[in-house]
């Protein structure tokens, strides 16, 4: 009885190592060399073909509370078109938010904002998803995607909220 005790007390003791992983995804947020808060496309290169759709969500790491956004996008008009915007994670709340989008050949600007309610007037921050640009292809070739001078984060008493680092992008058309 004393030597099963023994086995078994080092069998759970040798089965109880902590696992080790490799944290090498070059999507994963920590990877990109970015200094937060910063704002990034992911995925941040797509590969596709001509005629095909793909989508690219707009990235927010590490952001502060925020109430509203003007995520001012630069992509090639030639290469892709927008088809639609849908708000992401970040600025949802008990109710859905508020999102505008204009559509200028090559540039896009997207107005979310967050819909207060009784318990709140600005998102918790973090990392989540602002939105999701769908485009498709109408060209070959690479379209880089930036974002322009004009994107600001909005707090609740309208001040804004700095951004470091701003990730590119690209689609690339084959």
């Given amino acids: 009885m ?8 080092l069998l759970l003791l040798n089965s109880c190592q ?3 992983y490799v944290l090498d ?7 990109l060399d970015l200094r937060p808060p910063a704002l990034f496309f992911h995925p941040s290169g797509i590969l596709t073909d001509l005629n095909s759709s793909i989508s690219v969500e707009l990235y927010g790491l590490e952001l502060e509370p925020a109430a509203a956004a003007h995520l001012d996008i630069r992509y090639d008009w030639g290469s892709v078109t927008v088809d639609s915007v849908t708000p992401g994670p970040f600025f949802a709340g008990k109710n859905n938010p508020m999102e505008i989008t204009v559509d200028e050949q090559g540039i896009l600007n997207i107005y979310i904002y967050y819909l207060p309610d009784l318990q709140s007037d600005e998102n918790e921050g973090g990392t989540l998803s602002l939105a999701t ?8 070739g690479q379209s880089e995607l930036l974002y322009g ?12 909220i700095r951004i470091k680092d701003f990730g590119k992008g690209y ?4």
Avoid: Q, R, W
């Fill in 2 to 9: 004393g030597l099963l005790k023994i086995l078994v007390f």
């Fill in 171 to 174: 689609i690339s058309v084959e």
């Fill in 149 to 160: 001078s004009n994107t600001t984060i909005v707090d609740s008493k309208n001040d804004s």
């Fill in 25 to 31: 995804n070059p999507y994963d947020p920590e990877n």
């Fill in 133 to 140: 640009v769908y485009f498709s292809t109408v060209s070959t």
């Fill in 18 to 20: 902590e696992a080790e």
